[in-house]
């Protein structure tokens, strides 16, 4: 099946500062979404973004299809941004609609 | 994603309990989704329906039974669990996929379960 890396596994910021989280796919995607899990277990869909560029306020998400990762930028970091961020793919050889999820990238905001 | 409504919010239970999670939407979508999650793990499927049909059954131990009695309702019938299946159980939506398009996933805030 498809494999799904993200990159660094933890990040420790300083509130302010700005931050690349990085997934890598080893196979073509019609479907990649980017989800916050905060403490409480909610998970959050932030984006859908099989490919091209999105933004929603201090986020941005650009996916590069052909060269198979996609990246979430977070600007000027709050503590509320804690927690641990997947991103999740369904192969476009898929019959089905299966998202596979990276392991995660544990995210620390320090005030 | 608070479209996906998931109840109850927490649930312990014997292993010689039976009890169901319930999941409802009101998008219009299809498609519906169980998933576990271990904690400090990502989630992972267990099933799938589309149109009210089971599509997808990720091999998982007949301990848990899903049900989609409408297009707005899915429940998972839980009997005899063991420890080992304490978990966050996560319900999800979607609209089925167009022109190969495989449409996002909505999530509800999941329940949490403990197995005494």
């Known amino acids: 099946g498809i494999q799904v890396e993200q990159s660094p596994p933890d990040l420790i910021l300083q509130e302010g500062a700005n931050s690349t989280l990085r997934c890598n796919f080893s196979?073509?995607?019609?479907?990649l979404q980017w989800f916050h899990q905060n403490p409480w277990g909610q998970l959050i869909n932030l984006f859908y973004i099989p490919s091209g560029t999105k933004q929603n306020g201090r986020l941005s998400a650009t996916t590069v299809a052909t060269e198979r990762y996609s990246l979430l930028y977070i600007s000027s970091s709050q503590t509320t941004d804690s927690g641990v961020y997947f991103c999740?793919?369904?192969?476009?050889?898929?019959?089905?609609?299966?998202?596979?999820f990276g392991k995660g990238i544990t995210l620390s905001v320090r005030p | 994603d608070t479209e996906v409504t998931q109840t109850p919010k927490h649930l312990v239970m014997g292993m010689t309990n039976k009890k169901s999670l319930k999941c409802e939407q009101h998008m219009g979508h299809r498609a519906m989704y169980w998933y576990k999650q271990k904690a400090k793990k990502p989630p992972e499927l267990m099933f799938v329906?589309?149109?009210?049909?089971?599509?997808i059954n990720e091999s998982v131990p007949s301990r848990f039974s899903p049900e989609c009695p409408n297009s707005s309702l899915l429940n998972l019938h839980l009997h005899a669990l063991q420890p080992e299946d304490s978990a966050l159980y996560l319900c999800?939506?979607?609209?089925?996929?167009?022109?190969?398009?495989?449409?996002?996933?909505?999530f509800g805030d999941g329940t949490r379960l403990s197995i005494l």
């Open positions: 196979d073509s995607v019609n479907n």
């Open positions: 999800a939506s979607s609209h089925r996929s167009v022109g190969g398009v495989n449409q996002p996933q909505h």
């Open positions: 999740a793919v369904v192969a476009y050889t898929g019959a089905n609609s299966k998202l596979t």
């Open positions: 329906y589309s149109y009210e049909k089971l599509s």
